[in-house]
């Protein structure tokens, strides 16, 4: 499945949908506000725009999402292996390796990962 690009504040949006969903709209609103500022305007601005790219639905007044947080993770992965490293993993984990010191036990868990052939 080919995700859609989900901008930041977007993002933040989703990562509140996901927590609460499925939510009705007006309280996914009072959630928006709270948490992120926004009016109920933009929230509704924002729940158009991504139903318009199937990211959520929004279903008489109860909004859903269409793709889980786990699958927005990986496109952006997917998009910054991409861009930035010419899709090489190798390249994007030296570089992440040098950038921040990893402990022992993070060694241990990706080692792990690889050796479940990343499940």
């Given at each position: ?10 993002y ?14 007006t309280k996914?609103?009072?959630?928006c ?10 929230v509704y601005t924002?729940?158009?725009r ?7 639905k ?8 269409l793709?889980?947080?786990q ?11 991409e861009n930035?490293?010419e ?7 030296a ?10 036990k ?14």
């Open positions: 499945m080919n995700i859609p690009k989900i901008f930041e504040s977007e933040r949006f989703c990562l509140i949908l996901w927590e609460n969903e499925p939510i009705k709209s996914l609103a009072l959630l506000k709270e948490k992120l500022g926004w009016s109920k305007t933009t924002v729940i158009k991504l139903s318009e790219r199937k990211i959520i929004n279903e008489n007044t109860i909004v859903t999402s793709v889980s947080k699958q927005v993770q990986i496109s952006e992965i997917d998009d910054l292996l930035k490293f899709g090489s993993l190798p390249a994007f984990i570089a992440f390796a040098k950038r921040q010191k990893l402990t022992e993070e060694i241990n868990q990706i080692r792990d990962i690889i050796d479940k052939g990343g499940a």
